[in-house]
């Protein structure tokens, strides 16, 4: 289903102030909203920049029609937290901060859950 008005975008932190994103969307509370279907058109916003408390790296996509979700976390810190949204797609995008040498490597952990919540797809 194309990403529109019976999605739900939800962020482990808040805008202290709707912050708009287009015409059509903004980032109200903890949860991106839109009004109509994106169509041709896409959405982009830097949701968070800054000292992470560490719970801060997760979201959760979920279609309000069909009870779809996709959830993910990790305890990886982040930096920044971009939303970006076309009409097949919808990106919430962590940025973390890695800082290595030659030869050195990193490694971290991303869990996402798929889930359908039997009672909305009625």
């Given at each position: 289903?194309?990403?529109?008005?019976?999605?739900?975008?939800?962020?482990?932190?808040?805008?202290?102030?709707?912050?708009?994103?287009?015409?059509?969307?903004?980032?109200?509370?903890?949860?991106?909203?839109?009004?109509?279907?994106?169509?041709?058109?896409?959405?982009?916003?830097?949701?968070?920049?800054?000292?992470?408390?560490?719970?801060?790296?997760?979201?959760?996509?979920?279609?309000?029609?069909?009870?779809?979700?996709?959830?993910?976390?990790?305890?990886?810190?982040?930096?920044?937290?971009?939303?970006?949204?076309?009409?097949?797609?919808?990106?919430?995008?962590?940025?973390?901060?890695?800082?290595?040498?030659?030869?050195q490597s990193r490694s971290w952990v991303?869990?996402?859950?798929?889930?359908?919540?039997?009672r909305a797809a009625g």
């Amino acid at each position: 289903m194309p990403y529109g008005p019976d999605y739900r975008v939800e962020f482990p932190f808040f805008a202290e102030q709707p912050m708009p994103i287009s015409d059509i969307a903004r980032f109200s509370g903890n949860a991106v909203e839109v009004d109509a279907a994106l169509g041709d058109n896409s959405l982009w916003l830097p949701l968070f920049e800054g000292a992470d408390p560490g719970q801060f790296n997760s979201a959760a996509a979920r279609n309000n029609l069909t009870g779809a979700s996709v959830e993910f976390t990790s305890g990886e810190p982040i930096t920044r937290m971009v939303f970006w949204a076309v009409e097949r797609a919808v990106c919430p995008e962590p940025f973390i901060h890695i800082r290595l040498e030659p030869g050195q490597s990193r490694s971290w952990v991303t869990r996402y859950r798929f889930s359908v919540d039997a009672r909305a797809a009625g």
